[in-house]
């Protein structure tokens, strides 16, 4: 049998597993940015969102691709690749968009 896939049907299949990790990532973003960066725009903020997105879905293929662990990588409704990939490219893009998660005054211990 020939298990074969094209690239779009891939992406596809990426898409769909990853879902959950993804919408978890545009609610995180989006609180992070209405919470602690006021004002802020509804326009960047969803330039903010897609780009992540589009960095996230890259980074779950690279790592759906290079799988180099023995477990499965669907835990339960979950894409472990994306969850990876959210978590990295989260922070950086909001770090890009110049968003701040924690500022300077927020410190406990200065």
């Not at 993804?22 to 903010?48: E, M, S």
């Not at 997105?53 to 990588?73: C, D, N």
């Amino acid at each position: 049998m020939d298990n074969n896939i094209d690239f779009f049907g891939f992406l596809g299949i990426a898409i769909y597993l990853g879902s959950v990790a993804f919408i978890a990532g545009i609610i995180f973003q989006t609180f992070v940015v209405v919470k602690y960066n006021k004002p802020f725009t509804w326009g960047k903020l969803t330039l903010l969102l897609i780009a992540t997105r589009v960095i996230s879905l890259a980074l779950t293929i690279l790592i759906w691709k290079y799988w180099p662990f023995s477990f499965e990588m669907m835990q339960g409704p979950v894409l472990v690749p994306s969850v990876i990939a959210e978590i990295i490219a989260c922070p950086v893009m909001l770090k890009l968009f110049k968003h701040e998660i924690f500022k300077k005054t927020d410190r406990i211990i200065t």
